[in-house]
């Protein structure tokens, strides 16, 4: 099993920046493939990044990259999201999740945290 708890979510105006954080427990955890999603109101919950076990590969969905960066701490067990030029497309309820496998699909993932709110504002 695989606790996960995000924080870190806020309002925020266009251009600015936010990072979460995801505290992962759980005996593997750190052994985990970690994973980024977010849904805004009426849509299915969507893919944004992806990091590896030893954070060496990530990957982004293009609408993010080059503006967010994963990265993880093994040793804290903590995930983060650094976002930064956000834009009002950006507001969504942000998701952790874990995984044994590498994959961008979130019906592949095994444990997910509860969510933290993002709002940016035009």
Known sequence: QVQ??????GLVQAGGSLRLSCAASG???SSYVMGWFRQ????E??????????????????????????????AQSMLYLQMNSLKP???AV?????NPQWTIR???????GQGTQVT???
């Open 94 to 98: 942000y998701y952790c999740a874990a």
């Open 4 to 9: 996960l708890v995000e924080s870190g979510g």
């Open 89 to 91: 497309e950006d507001t």
């Open 27 to 29: 005996r593997t955890s």
């Open 40 to 43: 805004a109101p009426g849509k």
């Open 45 to 74: 919950r969507e893919f944004v990044a992806v990091i590896g076990w030893n954070g060496g590969s990530t990957y982004y969905v293009a609408s993010v990259k080059g503006r967010f960066t994963i990265s993880r701490d093994n």
């Open 106 to 112: 979130a019906d592949e993932y095994d444990y997910w």
């Open 120 to 122: 940016v504002s035009s």
